[in-house]
């Protein structure tokens, strides 16, 4: 079983930079696939990235392709968003979960803290 920590949320005004972190636990993190969600109020929880076991390949959300970036270091079992020109309708929590890319789904039910994303206008 894998455990989830994000961090690295804030304000941000419009157009500018934040950097997620996620730490996992689990030997065998390199294995998985990993990926970030994000729930903002009122709406269900939406795949936002994800990036391959070995970390060479990502995918993006259409919503977000050209401002975020995932990357993932399994020396330091983390994965990472950057995420660049924020929009107010990034304003979320994010989460990070392993992921299956074809569904777009995490694999695990359960969930981290996750962290707060606020952008504002």
């Known amino acids: 079983q894998v455990q989830l920590v994000e961090s690295g949320g804030g304000l941000v005004q419009a157009g500018g930079s934040l950097r997620l972190s996620c730490a996992a636990s689990g030997r065998t993190f390199s294995s998985y696939v990993m990926g970030w969600f994000r729930q903002a109020p009122g709406k269900e929880r939406e795949f936002v990235a994800g990036?391959?076991?070995?970390?060479?390949?990502?995918y993006y959300a259409d919503s977000v392709k050209g401002r975020f970036t995932i990357s993932k270091d399994n020396a330091k079992n983390a994965v990472y968003l950057q995420m660049n020109s924020l929009k107010p309708e990034d304003t979320a929590v994010y989460y990070c979960?392993?992921?299956?890319?074809?569904?777009?789904?995490?694999?695990?039910?359960?969930w981290g803290q996750g962290t707060q994303v606020t952008v504002t206008s």
């Open positions: 990036v391959s076991s070995g970390g060479r390949n990502s």
């Open positions: 979960n392993a992921v299956n890319l074809v569904t777009k789904r995490p694999i695990y039910d359960y």
